[in-house]
Every structure is written in structure tokens, then in C-alpha cells.
């Protein structure tokens, strides 16, 4: 029995968000020792879901039936020996199968599916990297504005331009995500990269914030994204808004209001509680525009943010 198509694309979301908690299940952050025991069976319960939704919709082509062919393929294997590294293996395959299908659902139903965003240490270093060597390159380097402006309208442009040369060609786009995949998430290979909107937050704070303001969104951005990211996946518990939990919003805020206060008393006289006020106002409004986000990037939004409550402690005296 074929099964009618708008049936047919609400079934497919079901499997979807299944799909989707158990590659999230098989991060090594989230890993547990009895965790293997329930993913056999999951998997094969999975694998016989997808297949009869092939089954039934048979005489409906599409781009979405396509990546659900491949995904059954990945799925019917036979499962991984008891070795974690084997199931990571099988995550990584079946990651970038699953961004191709929430992109071909979004584009299809304009409904989109949320993102996997599978722990990556070396990208978590290189975050970290990123904002601090901006601010030490503003700090000793690019010390007036006019320099700080033309620096990162060059970044932006170029950051941009790669995004133009990749929409425009699909060989280009492999090229740069092969070339940036010890950082890449897979679904950036269908969405602006996160580096992009990160350059567009600093180009955007050239302009409109005080140099302290924006070393403090900078290192709340760098230390509070990460550790949410890392104790949010092993320990979050109590769920928030858009795959967000309250365990990883709390570290966030302390780790980053850390950070932020840690750069302050380097690049400040003020007293050292209005810096702690400026420091935790920048990392609980970091931490709620990390939350909030959902159509906006992270790297765009948490610095933005993080300015902003900035501004407004000034204003109000802090």
C-alpha cells in the first residue's frame, strides 16, 4: 500500500528525529557503559522503520527518498562489534547522511530539522584560539579603531567570498569542507560556516562597541561555548529551549563570566566588582542568546549578546 504523500513526510520527520537521537546517543561525550547494550536493538528497530517507509512510498520519488535509501543501507550492516570506535565509525559515515536528508526536508517542506553538532575537540581548541588571538592581536597589533575596521572587513570579505565561490560550486564546496573537516560539522556543508558568522560578529563589533566591551563577549564566546557544549553533552539532564540544557547554560556562565573577568582586569582600572558585574552580565546574556538562538548562529548571536548586556552595564553605571 502506497502511503499517501503527506503522510508519507510526516513519517519521514518521526524517523528523522529518531535518526537523529541515536547518532546523538553515539557521541563519545554521551557514551556510558550500557550504552551498547540498548543501541543493537535500536539500531535494527530503526533500520525495519526506514525500510517499510521505503516500502510504502514506493511511487514517490524525491530527493528526501533518496538520502532514506542510503541511511537504510547504513543502517541494515551488520552492527558494530563491542567496540565504541566501531560505532563511531558508523556515526561518522551516517552524520553527513542525515544533514543531506534535513536539508532535503527543509527544502521540500520548509520545516527544518535540527542540526547534529557531535563533539569535536580540536574545533573547541581552535574556538578558543580564535577568540583569544583576536583579542590579543587587537590588544597589541590593531590598537586604533581604523585598523581594527579595515582588519576585519579583509576577514569578512574573504570569509564571504568563500561562501559565494561554495554555493556556486559544488566542487568547491568539497574542496573546503575536506580541507576544514578537522572542524567542520557536517551540516555546515549545506549552511554558512560558523567561522563566517563569528567574522561578521567581530566586523560588526569594530564598529558599534567600546574595545573592553568586546574583549569580554570575545572570551565569554570562547570559554562559556565550549564548556556548555562539553558538560551540557555528559552531563545535561534538565532541557531547555532548541537541544539546550540547563547544566551546560549554568557552566557557561561560569566559565565564561570567568574568562570574561580574567580579560577585563588585564584591559581595565575600573574596580573590580564593576568588572565582575561587567563580566557576568556579558555571560548570562551569552548564555540566554545561546539558548534562545535557533535560526541564528551561535558565533553570531553569543557575541552580540554579550555586547549588548556590555553596553548596557556601562549605560547604567557598571
Request: glycine share 6%; with cysteine.
Amino acid at each position: 500500500m502506497v502511503m499517501a504523500p503527506q503522510d508519507a513526510t510526516s513519517r519521514s520527520r518521526t524517523l528523522a528525529l529518531e535518526l537523529r537521537g541515536l547518532l546523538r546517543d553515539l557521541d563519545p561525550v554521551r557514551w556510558r557503559a550500557a550504552t551498547e547494550a540498548a543501541l543493537v536493538p535500536r539500531l535494527r528497530a530503526l533500520h525495519d522503520k526506514v525500510a517499510s517507509w521505503l516500502e510504502a512510498t514506493e511511487g514517490n520519488p524525491g530527493r528526501v527518498r533518496e538520502h532514506w535509501v542510503e541511511m537504510c543501507d547504513l543502517l541494515g550492516r551488520q552492527p558494530p562489534a563491542p567496540d565504541r570506535d566501531a560505532w563511531l565509525e558508523l556515526r561518522d559515515e551516517a552524520e553527513p547522511v542525515y544533514e543531506a536528508l534535513a536539508q532535503a526536508v527543509r527544502a521540500s517542506t520548509g520545516r527544518p530539522l535540527p542540526s547534529l553538532r557531535p563533539t569535536n575537540h580540536v574545533r573547541s581548541v581552535v574556538h578558543l584560539f580564535n577568540a583569544f588571538g583576536v583579542i590579543a592581536l587587537v590588544h597589541w597589533v590593531l590598537t586604533t579603531q581604523t585598523l581594527m575596521v579595515a582588519a576585519s572587513t579583509a576577514a569578512l570579505l574573504g570569509a564571504w567570498g568563500m561562501e559565494l565561490a561554495r554555493r556556486r560550486s559544488a566542487a568547491v564546496n568539497r574542496v573546503l569542507m575536506r580541507f576544514f573537516s578537522p572542524v567542520a560539522h557536517p551540516h555546515e556543508a549545506h549552511r554558512i560556516n560558523s567561522a563566517t558568522w563569528y567574522v561578521t560578529a567581530v566586523f560588526l563589533m569594530s564598529l558599534t562597541v567600546p574595545v573592553d566591551v568586546g574583549f569580554a563577549a570575545l572570551a565569554v564566546l570562547g570559554m562559556g561555548d565550549p564548556a556548555a557544549a562539553l558538560v551540557g553533552r555528559r552531563y545535561g539532564r534538565t532541557p531547555l529551549l532548541h537541544g539546550r540544557t540547563l547544566e551546560g547554560s549554568l557552566a557557561f556562565v561560569v566559565v565564561g563570566g570567568a574568562a570574561a573577568f580574567a580579560v577585563l582586569t588585564l584591559v581595565s582600572a575600573a574596580p573590580w566588582w564593576i568588572l565582575a558585574l561587567r563580566a557576568l552580565a556579558a555571560a548570562v546574556a551569552g548564555a540566554t542568546a545561546e539558548v534562545l538562538a535557533r535560526r541564528i548562529d551561535d558565533n553570531l548571536a553569543i557575541p552580540l549578546g554579550a555586547s549588548a548586556a556590555g553596553i548596557l552595564v556601562r549605560a547604567l553605571g557598571g
